[in-house]
């Protein structure tokens, strides 16, 4: 079974005017599923052929540069798509909002911190919110498309929120200003879809 390249739950425009249509639309149609092509052409015929993006990612060779860059771009797209709704805006509660409390302080701390990872992180890459074995929450970086749960990369724990700081991901609209991308990212994060994946974790 070849990776597939998923549909977003949303219109290209959705999600305007916080990200813009035509970014939206290049992102998902040329970068994402050039990753997943790339990536199923990398493992064809391989052992890790019919495995499923999370064991290939935790189990990685991170010497095998195709699988690395296009492995991690695929899952990292997937993630980054189902994070993110206008609707749902500011609604975070429950356990997930406990953990963020316990680790951060508050919700506003959390943000202040994510946007500081997301906003230093040099060149191209990723920042995360990982849930760790018994439930405590840490945000962490990582450069290209490297993820968490790929060894030794980042902070170790299961992503349940990422951001995609490439240029890519917003120089359209944005051009060098990526503090005002990650503060309008923050604003349409969709809090019930991290809350599922945490709670998936527990
Ligand atoms: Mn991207």
């Known amino acids: 079974m ?11 425009d959705a999600l305007e005017p916080h990200i813009d249509a035509r970014t939206m639309e290049i992102h998902h149609t040329k970068h994402h599923n050039g990753y997943t092509t790339k990536l199923n052409a990398a493992i064809e015929g391989t052992d890790l052929a019919g495995k499923s993006i999370e064991d290939i990612l935790t189990g990685l060779d991170m010497t095998n540069g195709a699988v690395r860059n296009n492995g ?26 406990e953990a963020i409390n316990a680790a951060f302080g508050s919700k506003e701390e959390f943000e202040k911190q994510f946007a500081a990872a997301a906003g230093s992180r040099f ?11 018994g439930g405590k929450v840490e945000i962490c970086s990582t450069p290209n498309q490297d993820n968490p749960l790929m060894p030794g990369v980042g902070c170790g724990g299961t992503p349940i929120l990422g951001i995609d700081v490439w240029e890519h ?26 809350e599922k994946k945490y709670e998936a974790t527990l």
């Open 2 to 12: 070849a990776f597939e390249l998923p549909a977003l739950g949303y219109a290209y």
């Open 72 to 97: 991690g771009g695929y899952y990292n797209h997937c993630l980054y798509w189902e994070v993110l709704n206008p609707e749902n805006k500011g609604r975070l509660s429950g356990k997930l909002l």
């Open 123 to 133: 060149g191209s890459g990723w920042a995360w919110l990982c849930a760790h074995e």
């Open 169 to 194: 991901a917003y120089y359209l609209n944005y051009q060098n200003k990526r503090p005002d991308y990650v503060k309008s990212f923050i604003d349409i994060i969709n809090w019930n879809a991290v």
